[in-house]
């Protein structure tokens, strides 16, 4: 899974993005999966953390699946464009990647467990794509919630890290920043893999154990 290498182009300047719209794009508020809500505002005792990492269908039934997961979305985040469509994320013209936000109760899982999910079914080395799969709208990132979110994602980071120098595998391009604007992506790509269970899937165990 490791190693593939291309050099598609960065994210876009903001200037050069998509202009968007300012409605939302419309979805159901239930999970197709555990028929939980998936917009806010979440019970009090939820966190919620946002991941990229690649094709965002398989990377959303991961965290699914999950003990401690409340409920998970796919969307956008990361990037400028408003209220994108999936047909203009498609173009790596918004500087969104596809995003999965994970909504947990940290009295059940913790951030860790969640990292581990993250770092070990992907490819974190991949610049601006996941397998085939090209473009800024593929980059892996960690968009944290809170300050020690952040925290907890470098430390994981340099953490897994060492364990791709022991294999021989190269340096991790995952983002870490602030969670900003999760723009929701439309009802067919939501709990996508639940819905249509041999639907597009490139997500899977990445030859190196987090822990």
């Not at 936000?101 to 770092?119: G, M, Q, Y």
Request: net charge negative.
């Amino acid at each position: 899974m490791f190693g593939l290498r291309r050099t598609p182009a960065p994210v876009p300047a903001p200037e050069d993005c998509l202009p968007g719209r300012t409605n939302a794009i419309p979805t159901s508020d239930v999970h197709f999966v555990n028929g939980r809500p998936i917009h806010g505002p979440f019970p009090d005792n939820m966190d919620s953390i946002v991941f990229g990492m690649g094709c965002f269908w398989g990377a959303e039934r991961l965290f699914w699946q999950v003990p401690g997961v409340y409920t998970t979305a796919v969307g956008y985040s990361g990037g400028t464009t408003p209220n994108p469509t999936y047909p203009e994320t498609c173009t790596s013209m918004t500087g969104h990647t596809e995003a999965v936000l994970v909504v947990f109760d940290p009295d059940k899982v913790d951030t860790e467990a969640l990292f581990k999910v993250f770092w070990e079914n992907h490819d974190p080395t991949q610049y601006m794509g996941q397998g085939n799969d090209i473009g800024s709208q593929y980059r892996t990132a960690i968009y944290g919630t809170a300050a020690t979110q952040l925290d907890a994602a470098r430390e994981s980071l340099a953490s897994y890290q060492a364990k791709l120098n022991e294999s021989g595998f190269g340096e991790i391009t995952t983002e870490i920043a602030p969670a900003e604007e999760f723009y929701y992506a439309e009802e067919d790509h939501q709990q996508y893999l639940a819905k249509i269970p041999n639907g597009y899937c490139n997500h899977g165990f990445c030859q190196v154990a987090y822990d």
